[in-house]
């Protein structure tokens, strides 16, 4: 495996994040939601820096292929993240590829009227995206391979890392 994020790259840049968002909702509460699975330990890290009271809530999302009459479609499900009516949301989550399920939920949750709808991704895959969506707080842009560690995982393995890395070619 190679290193592409060091340990001490992520956490200075939650800290800068969790600084900005801070900012941006001064004096306001947030209500966080993480996306599970991969997204567990950038929301721990980044929540326990905010500096405003937080409410944290978890959503699993799941996609799944379908066919229908011959036609491709694509299911997301997701769990409730609770009351979120006139709220500050905040989604978290680890990395955003094609944006399709990031998007997908964020429609859903407007459909909810909190008070707004903001998104937090440790790394933005921007070169992968399919559909037009605004993050709002990114950590790291990255064009390369797939990335391993800090919440992604790689066949079950390489969630608990520190740091993200990138695994060989097979």
Known sequence: MKTAFSEEQIQVRVRALAQEISRDYAGEIIHAIGILDSAFLFFADLV??????????FVKMDAADRSEAGILIKQIA????????????LL????????ITLDHLVQQLQMEHPRSVKTAVLINREDHR????RIDYVGFAWKGESLVGYGLEHESLYRNLPY????PAR
């Open 130 to 133: 399919r559909v037009p969506l």
């Open 48 to 57: 326990r820096r905010i500096s405003l009271p937080v409410h944290c809530h």
């Open 164 to 167: 993200l890395a990138t695994l």
């Open 78 to 89: 997701y769990s409730s993240p609770g009351k979120i009516a006139g709220q500050n949301v």
């Open 92 to 99: 978290v989550d680890t990395v955003v590829a094609s944006g």
